[in-house]
C-alpha cells in the first residue's frame, strides 16, 4: 500500500529485492506506476491519495474514506501472508488498525515515523498495529524496539540514485551556458513552502549578486509547481535556470553542475550530500507553526546530514534566522573557499556510508529483513 510517488518508488524497490529472494511471490494493492511496473494492478489510482494539507483533505474526506474502507475490505478478502503499508502514516496507519481489527494478517510498515525528532508517542500507538517496521535510517530502530515494535534499518533509497556522469554535467552546463559559479535554489516541494520561502531565496540572490555578477541559479522545481515557480521568481535579480525536478536524470545533472545549494529542510539535503554538493539549510513557516514545533523539538538541528553524520557541519538558517542578509554571507563564504567545504563534504561521504552505499541495494535489504521474520 503505497499513498504517493516516493512510496511507489519504495514500494516497486521491495518488489523487485521479494521477487529476487522469491519468484513465486504475488502481489496485490495500491501503488503508482513504478509498483505496476512490477506486476501490481493496483485497486484504484495512487493519485487519488496524493493529498497534503487540511483545506485539501477536508473537501476530500468522503472520498479517502471510502478508498481507505476499500482497500481494508481487498487487504481482508485476499487474506494475505503479509500486508505492507508504505509510508503515508495518516492513511497507512488508519488501514492497519481496521485490517489488524478483522484479521490475523502479518503488518509491516516502511518507514518509521520521525518519533526522535517529535511526537515520540507515536511509536508506541504503532506498537498494537504493526508487527515490524523498516527503518531508513540507522539511529531509528532503537526508538521503535523500546516501544515494543520488531525494526531492521534498511537503508535509505537515495543511495540507490544514479549521479550524474561528468559527461552529463558537462552537457548541462553547456545546453544553459553556465561559465562561473552555479548555485543550486532549492525553496521546497509544495506550494505553501516555495510561497514563503522563493522570496526570501530571491533577496539572498540579489545579495549575492553585488559581489558575485557572474553567479548563475539552477531552481528544480518539483511537479506540478513549474508555473507557481515562474511566477515567485519573475522578479529575481538573475534569470534562473528552471528544469522540472520530476525528469530525475535532469535533476541530478542539475546538482552535479552547481558549486553549492540553498535549499529547504528536508529529504534534499540527503540527495545533495549523494551528489557531492555543499550546502546552507533555511527554512521558515507560519508564526504559529514554528512555535509549536519549535515547543515540541527534540533535536537541535532539522538537517538529515547533520543528524546521520553526527556532526553540524551544513549550517542552518531556521525561522526567524531564515533571512536573506544572514543567508548570503554564510553561501559566500561556501562557494568562494574549499576549507569551509570540507567538513561538509567529509560529513556527506560519512553520511552516505551510514545509509548503506556500500551494502546491498535498499530494496532487497527490505525484502530480506521482511522474509527474515515472516
Not at 508517542?121 to 515494543?148: H, I, K, N, S, T
Not at 539552477?218 to 519573475?234: D, F, H, I, N, Q
Not at 527554512?283 to 538541528?301: G, Q
Amino acid at each position: 500500500m503505497a499513498g504517493e510517488a516516493s512510496g511507489d518508488r519504495l514500494g516497486a524497490a521491495l518488489m523487485a529485492g521479494l521477487r529476487e529472494l522469491r519468484p513465486d511471490m504475488r502481489f496485490c494493492g495500491v501503488g503508482g506506476p513504478l509498483m505496476q511496473a512490477e506486476g501490481l494492478d493496483s485497486l484504484f489510482p495512487m493519485s487519488d491519495l496524493s493529498v497534503m494539507g487540511l483545506a485539501e483533505i477536508i473537501p476530500r474526506y468522503p472520498h479517502l474514506r471510502r478508498r481507505l474502507h476499500q482497500a481494508a475490505d481487498a487487504a481482508v478478502s485476499e487474506a494475505p501472508d503479509l500486508l505492507v503499508t508504505i509510508d503515508s502514516p495518516d492513511f497507512c496507519l488508519r488501514l492497519a488498525r481496521l485490517v489488524r481489527a478483522r484479521a490475523p494478517t502479518r503488518i509491516v510498515h516502511y518507514v518509521a515515523p520521525s518519533v526522535w525528532a517529535w511526537r515520540p508517542g507515536r511509536a508506541a500507538r504503532m506498537a498494537g498495529r504493526v508487527d515490524q517496521v523498516l527503518a531508513v535510517l540507522p539511529f531509528e530502530p532503537p526508538y521503535m524496539e523500546a516501544a515494543g515494535v520488531a525494526c531492521d534499518f534498511v537503508g535509505h533509497p537515495v543511495v540507490s540514485e544514479p549521479v550524474a556522469t561528468p559527461d552529463e554535467i558537462a552537457a548541462f552546463r553547456d545546453e544553459h551556458a553556465l561559465k562561473g559559479p552555479a548555485l543550486c535554489v532549492l525553496p521546497g516541494s509544495r506550494q505553501g513552502e516555495i510561497a514563503r520561502l522563493a522570496p526570501v531565496f530571491g533577496r539572498t540572490l540579489a545579495d549575492l549578486a553585488r559581489t558575485m555578477p557572474d553567479l548563475a541559479a539552477v531552481v528544480p522545481v518539483a511537479p506540478g509547481l513549474m508555473s507557481a515557480m515562474k511566477e515567485l521568481t519573475k522578479d529575481w535579480p538573475l534569470e534562473p535556470v528552471l528544469i522540472d525536478a520530476g525528469e530525475r536524470s535532469r535533476k541530478w545533472a542539475a546538482f552535479g553542475a552547481c558549486d553549492a545549494a540553498l535549499a529547504a529542510s528536508g529529504t534534499v539535503s540527503l540527495e545533495l550530500a549523494r551528489a557531492g554538493v555543499p550546502m546552507i539549510v533555511a527554512y521558515d513557516m507560519a508564526w504559529l507553526s514554528r512555535k509549536i514545533i519549535t515547543a515540541m523539538a527534540l533535536i537541535d538541528t532539522v538537517t538529515l546530514v547533520n543528524l546521520v553524520s553526527e556532526t553540524r557541519a551544513v549550517p542552518e538558517f531556521i525561522g526567524a534566522r531564515c533571512r536573506a542578509d544572514l543567508i548570503a554571507p554564510a553561501l559566500q563564504d561556501l562557494l568562494r573557499n574549499p576549507e569551509t567545504r570540507a567538513p561538509q563534504q567529509a560529513a556527506a561521504r560519512l553520511t552516505m556510508e551510514r545509509l548503506g552505499l556500500h551494502d546491498a541495494p535498499p530494496g532487497l535489504r527490505a525484502a530480506q529483513a521482511i522474509l527474515a521474520r515472516l
